[in-house]
């Protein structure tokens, strides 16, 4: 039995992490579980999978897990240094990472470090520190199992091949749902609208950036360094029906894919039980219910944040941490309505050509280019 932690339980990762382990009956022993602010969720979750040790971050939702876990023998963590303690533990076999935006960056690093095998959801580790994180494995000998559908596609379609022997790695999107809408009318776009995604059912800011498309741009990245593929060699093809998760094209011009339903326990189990595929109790893909798969190209004039990320990969350096905290914060400003959401390209472009670039960013310097991006993000005037 592995001993597993998951960070961000109470998130739709978490939640449908702990789908898996149930549906993998006595695989797992979970044994640290964390939160944000969802004390309630987490006290249940604590009782039905008895860790060890839970982490809430939020100070008030802290006093109601503490009170509600008391008689419970399990100790409780509280805040954002209880969070990152938890994280470096090595007593656990395999870390699933399904904390939402740059804070799940420092715990990627601490377990890596630990020499802890990473479940990664958390695009934003390897985006922000990729080359930082990727040293690290190197000393410590940990791996990362992407849980993303779409980097789990791709691992899987490189599964036995030869790295020399790719021509192109294909990432798939959906498009959001703004694929067809008339750019003419983008300044319009509500937070209802935004938040109306058309296949996947996901936290409030993934939404966001798929609506946007900053979803892929950040994946281009995560696939750099995941993979060792070059920007050149990384193409996004929008499929609206999301069942083709994403494609490896190989130097005779043959082409992998991978296929499934959209649901995000399939990656989840296969990052943790790699390199099985144990079975599932869930819907698998009918094909002749899905009937048509289609594919378009990306309008980078419609999405502009594609481009934007492109170009911070290809810059290297500080670029991408900027791109991703300057995003994070507009998308977190547009969902308390503030900014528009042609506002949110407009600042991440700002940012990034404005900012003070590092070469070779160390741990130190990623915080103070968060502050830097925070700060920035939030000078932006609010909408008329």
Known sequence: MKKISI??????????ALNVVDNLNDAFDVTVLSANKNGPLLVEQAKKYRPNAVAIVDDEAAEFVQSKLKDENISVFQGREGLLELASRAD?????NGLVGSSGMEPTFNAVKSGVDVALS?????????????????????KIF????????????????????V?????????????????????????????????????QKITIDSATMMNKGLEVIETHWLFGIDADDIDIVVHPQSIIHSMVEFKDKSVKAQL??????????????????????????????VGTLTFESPDVNRFPCIQLAYDALKKKGSSAAVLNVVNEQAVYRFLKEEIGFMDIPAIIEQACAQHDWVAHPTLTDLFKIEEWATRFVQAYPNKQ
């Not at 960070?7 to 449908?16: D, F, H, K």
């Not at 993303?148 to 091949?161: F, K, P, R, V, Y």
Request: glycine share 10%; charged share 20%.
């Open 146 to 165: 992407p849980v993303d559908s779409e980097h789990s596609a791709i691992w899987q379609c490189l599964t036995g091949e030869s790295l020399d022997e």
């Open 7 to 16: 960070l961000g339980s109470t998130g739709s990762i978490g939640v449908n």
């Open 122 to 142: 958390n695009k934003e580790s390897l985006v922000m520190a990729g080359d930082i994180i990727e040293q690290e494995k190197i000393k410590s000998g940990a």
């Open 260 to 289: 499934g339903v959209p649901d995000m326990k399939i990656p989840i189990q296969y990052a943790l039980t790699y390199p099985e595929h144990a079975p599932a109790n869930w819907d698998g893909l009918d094909l002749i219910n």
């Open 92 to 96: 656990v076999d395999i870390m699933l």
């Open 167 to 203: 021509e192109r790695i294909i990432l798939t999107g959906s498009g959001g749902p703004f694929r067809d809408r008339d750019v003419s009318t983008f300044n319009e776009i509500t937070l209802a609208d935004a938040l109306q995604h058309p296949n996947w059912d996901m936290g």
